[in-house]
């Protein structure tokens, strides 16, 4: 199977923090990977990796089967979707949501004088239609809700049909009905044909979608666990990841978990 993201030995530090350590794992055409682990596991850090926004201090990152450092990233970048809230942060507030959506075919924020096609017009209206956010389209970013701005951002990172889809915590700040949504968007999308490869950032094994095939397991900034779901995430591996005793349930493809 052809290989979409390899990391071979990668660390970053800043100053004396060490925030991915000796991280090497392999990512292939057709799986759709979660990654879980508490606060400050690295799991950002290995998110804007992998999505060409940082580069490592050691080792080697490829993405699509160009080495990071050796490739122009504004060249990468629109091969591969991202939505994150490091990334939220760097988007102006005034940009209104249709813009902030069809920007990303030019891998920019912020419109200025860039030519779109028709076809560009009519991906960005299906892809709000289709996260329930149409009715937002003339709104200014800066003022929607939490959830409003994580579905535009979704929206967003897939306006380029990417290769890799990176979703650094997407549930984050959704309701109920909101993250049963995103679920089944996140499935729709896993099961299709053409479906991107998927890399997941989550906090809780309850936003797994049910699509999902692989989960990471990182905890200070090591890995304690990566490969397909049933060996990967199992109550040992939750436990040693999150410091407590947990026991995992798995029902209709979707996972639970809580202490013992
Ligand atoms: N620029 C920086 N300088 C020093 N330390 C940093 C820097 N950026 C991040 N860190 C630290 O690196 C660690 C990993 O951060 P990261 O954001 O990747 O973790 P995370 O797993 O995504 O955490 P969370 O679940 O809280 O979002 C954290 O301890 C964080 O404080």
């Known amino acids: 199977m052809t290989e979409v993201l390899g990391l071979d030995g990668v660390s970053l530090r800043r100053g004396e923090n060490v925030l991915l350590d000796d991280i090497t794992l392999s990512i292939s055409e057709g799986e759709h990977w979660v990654v879980l682990g ?8 290995l998110a804007e990796i992998a999505a060409g926004r940082m580069h490592p201090s050691a080792g080697t990152a490829t993405i699509l089967d160009e080495q990071l450092g050796r490739v122009d990233v504004f ?11 490091a990334l939220a942060s760097r988007i102006p507030q005034g940009e209104t949501v249709f813009d902030l959506v069809i920007t990303s075919a030019h891998g920019v924020v912020g419109r200025w004088t860039e030519e779109y096609e028709g076809q560009d017009d ?3 209206e299906a ?20 959830g409003e701005k994580k579905r535009v951002q979704i929206a967003r990172s897939l306006m380029t049909d990417p290769e890799i889809l990176i979703l650094d915590e997407p549930a984050a700040g959704l309701d109920l009905g909101g993250r049963e949504e995103l679920m089944r968007a996140l499935t729709e999308i896993m099961s299709s044909k053409t479906a991107p490869v998927v890399l997941m950032v989550t906090h809780h094994v309850e936003e797994i979608p049910a699509g999902a095939t692989h989960a990471l397991l990182l905890k200070a900034g090591r890995i304690v666990s990566a490969g397909p779901l049933e060996v990967s995430l199992t109550p040992e591996h939750l436990s040693e990841t999150f410091g407590l005793p947990v026991e995992v349930h798995r029902d209709g493809g979707r996972f639970h978990a809580r202490a013992v």
Not at 133 to 140: F, K, P, W
């Open 122 to 124: 009519e991906r960005a």
């Open 75 to 85: 060249e990468l970048r629109p091969r591969i979707g991202y939505a994150s809230a």
């Open 127 to 146: 892809l709000l239609w289709a996260f329930g956010v149409s009715h937002l389209r003339d709104r200014r970013f800066g003022t929607l809700s939490e």
């Open 38 to 45: 508490p606060n400050g596991a690295g799991k950002t850090t």
